[in-house]
């Protein structure tokens, strides 16, 4: 009984009103709004120069690179103008040595190796066409300009953006150290050394993954308005969308094109309310907060994102186990335990350590309708070495889950519905139930995470401004490789612009 009445005040501590999501709303619209017109803001909003969407037709064989951490993956994509491809790729580890190489030089020239072999081995045709045109033709860099693949770059370290193919590198993460490499334009680096192989490709587009997420969807799902939202729900959280040039104030460093009178925006949402005016804070946020590497920044994300849900859910889980009124994972919960053994927890349950939990196992919880909870069990000894854990205590481990993952896809629906009220197209005639405002959204958490995007509906529903109606006209789906087809898509527009 007390595990039941702790478990409910525990659960009741998660919970995220509508009035709350209202609130956050409106200082999430205050906040954009103070992004688009200084610098040093809680919401970023940078200007990625992309200043167009798909619609579907585009077509072309287009080329697209991902560092993102341990693999450099190169790709090509065909996009075949009716909103389909097909595409290519090979993935490749990068050498730790590299990571932290004395010259910039070192990782990029292994990177320009790598695209090399890459068209030998995928388009060892075309390639050799470009290079007999080489041979025939005086251009100064020895290509024909219709010869050349446009390629896209993702490149998911921090870079202060001066237009769509340029970027300096603000600092390394990840396990990456190449000092020599900071404040350079990471778009020529690579470019320097792929001329030195003398390859027929430009680097046209730097990347972000989230902006790669909204030209994906865009791409595969345009619809009659194209879509308006990118969004990112995995490791981390963030949000790319589709903002009007007059809305813009603070000043841009690069040149763009001015024609479509907009500009695809990278909120950098993961950060909103840093100064936590209105962000939820139970105990265990405080506690997640104290012991984080970066306390203080990426708040939102800290509640949001499949990095630190799994987090939030073990710094209960172990109060539950340190608090001598409750039995939770503890032997007199045994006798309903239906092999008549008792719970042992290993002592190398993950349980113990920090982020030693998965966001993956609430997925499991909130899947596992099971009248005796069979497949979370299973789950719970093995992937947390929880032995024999008996029916009360896999419950309470699933409302808290649920809790946790609910107050998750409700803070999820802030974003997404201050986006659509931001863009002002509900207020549109053209977008109805048929053609409604588009959404793409990726990462393992809106994938999988049972009723996630149907909670985030619910939230959105209750948002003043959207409800009941404007929910139905707001579409939200899944889409993957932004950082493939996506960054393709980026190449293409970035190419209509030389
Ligand atoms: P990334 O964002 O790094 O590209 P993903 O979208 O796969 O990758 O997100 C990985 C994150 O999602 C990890 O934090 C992981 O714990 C979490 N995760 C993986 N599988 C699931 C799942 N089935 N349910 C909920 N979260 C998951």
Known sequence: MALETETDSIVQQFEYSDNDVNKAVKEFLRQADEGLEKDGTSLSQIPTYVTAVPNGTEKGLYMAVDLGGTNFRVCSIQLLGDGTFSH?????????????AKKAEDLFAFLAQEIKKFLEEHHSEDFEHHIRRRMTVSSPDGFRDEHIFRMGFTFSFPVKQVGINKGTLIRWTKGFDIPDAIDKDVCALLQAEIDKLHLPIKVAALVNDTVGTLMARSYAAPGKNGSVLGAIFGTGTNGAYVEKLSKLKKPLAGDYDQSTGE????????????????????????????????????????????????EILRLVVVELLNNPEVSFFKDENSSSNDRGSVTIISRDSGLFKQWGLDTAIMSTAELDQDPELTGLRQALENNLHVYAPAYEDALAFKKVAHAIGRRAARLSAVAIGAIVLQTGKLNDKDVTEEDPIDIGVDGSLVEHYPGFRPMIYEALRAIDGIGEEGAKRIRIGLTQDGSGVGAALIALVAAGME
């Open 88 to 100: 290519t790729y090979n993935k490749v580890a990068v050498p730790k040595n590299l990571m932290v």
């Open 263 to 310: 500009m695809v925006i990278n909120t950098e949402w993961g950060s909103f309310d840093n100064q936590l005016n209105v962000l939820p804070t139970t105990k265990w946020d405080a506690s997640l907060e104290k012991d984080s590497l970066n306390p203080g920044f990426q708040m939102y994300e800290k509640r949001v994102s499949g990095m630190f849900l799994g």
